[in-house]
């Protein structure tokens, strides 16, 4: 129903675009060639995105095995699933696959999963992927992948087996490789024209996002370490408006949240707290558990919480991690604030219907004030209630 707002006959037919089918390749710089077409520009905005990274673990090229970009062609349920990679499509995949019902097995080079996110938040999420019967395999060093055989008539799918170092075999009928994805900048004729750009971290682009061919534009995975739907839209916006109307547009001013769609969310916006330590920026937490919010409660949805982050002696949000039934929707009252300056105080005065999940977000607003209440004050206040 809605991979239609992405088609390219909506784009032809509705929106009168003119769209070309095709490998385009930079013929000069201001010409791209699509099919033996060369087509003229005055502004190109490149947004080619990006393609999934896959690891060189020995065999893994000669078995068949998926990634983000083919796994939804499968059309029967794999009873046995195998996710190489603990980041965001790696869990969200896992724990879908699991609930359809296969038995799925995460590995991870590291002790934890969603090692970018907060610690408590990320343990909150792999809680309940345990509750769902996954099996988790950390620490782990890849040795090879080999197939277990030929698929015989009838089987959907060939078998393969991964090994560890430590020597433990695991078999799948289907291994998922998630191990991130990279900018998509090969083929296309950029060092011709003058666009700078790595293999890794794709097209080089000012905070107008310029690239070093200053009529040539660059938007969405290829272009940032942001590699989000919502992201690319904003850039893109930002590129229309510095392209064709003159516009200083910066990307350095956009605060985007992100979230990972597992059950509970797990969303974020800003700097966590391991960037404020490593910056070393003065800061205080405030964190609300939604076993203690009554909407939470009556749900029965109480893992999780509300985690703000402040300038310290002041309510400047800094970040917040929301971890929680919908913390993809709660976290946009805190883009809102940081977009808009607003403090943390003032979030305490925002009325929100009771009983909603949401009102975890006014309550860390009451606990910031409450900090504000020093001895000093405590002291002028219980004389002037004297006094009266």
Not at 211 to 219: E, N, P, Q
């Amino acid at each position: 129903h809605i991979s239609k707002h992405d088609a390219a006959e909506r784009f032809a037919d509705e929106m009168g675009i003119d769209v070309f089918l095709g490998r385009a390749v930079f013929s000069g710089s201001n010409s791209v060639e699509v099919n033996g077409k060369t087509l003229q520009f005055n502004k190109c905005c490149i947004a080619t995105g990006g393609t999934p990274a896959v690891p060189s673990i020995p065999g893994l090229s000669d078995v068949p095995f998926y990634t983000n970009m083919n796994l939804f062609n499968l059309t029967e349920l794999p009873p046995r699933i195998g996710v190489v990679g603990t980041g965001v499509i790696g869990v969200e995949m896992a724990q879908a696959f699991q609930r359809f019902g296969s038995q799925v097995t995460l590995f991870s080079r590291s002790d934890r999963l969603l090692p970018k996110e907060d610690a408590e938040a990320a343990a909150v999420v792999q809680t309940s992927l345990e509750k769902d019967g996954l099996t988790f395999v950390t620490g782990s060093t890849y040795k090879s992948v080999r197939a277990s055989g030929t698929k015989s008539e009838g089987q959907t799918y060939a078998p393969v087996t991964l090994l560890l170092e430590d020597g433990r075999e695991y078999e799948f009928d289907v291994l998922l490789v998630a191990t991130g994805r990279k900018p998509n900048v090969r083929g296309m004729g950029l060092e011709t024209v003058g666009v700078d750009f790595h293999p890794g971290r794709g097209i080089t682009v000012d905070d107008n996002l310029r690239t070093t061919a200053k009529h040539i534009f660059a938007v969405g995975d290829v272009a940032t370490k942001y590699q989000f739907t919502h992201t690319a839209d904003f850039m893109a916006r930002m590129v229309v408006r510095n392209a064709l109307f003159f516009g200083h547009a910066k990307f350095s001013e956009l605060i985007i949240p992100w979230c990972t769609y597992t059950d509970p969310e797990l969303a974020h916006v800003g700097l966590y707290e391991g960037d404020l330590t490593e910056r070393k920026i003065p800061f205080q937490s405030f964190t609300r558990y939604f076993k203690d919010v009554d909407r939470s409660i009556v749900d029965e949805k109480t893992e999780g919480f509300v985690r703000v982050h402040v300038r310290k002696g002041s309510d400047q949000i800094l970040g917040a991690t929301i971890v929680g039934a919908n913390a993809g929707d709660m976290i946009s009252e805190i883009t809102l604030a940081m977009q808009s300056g607003t403090g943390l105080s003032k979030l305490a005065n925002v009325i929100h219907p009771y009983p909603t999940a949401a009102e975890a977000v006014r309550q860390i607003g009451d606990q910031y004030n409450k900090t504000r209440m020093t001895p000093t004050v405590r002291k002028l206040l219980r004389g002037l209630v004297s006094i009266q």
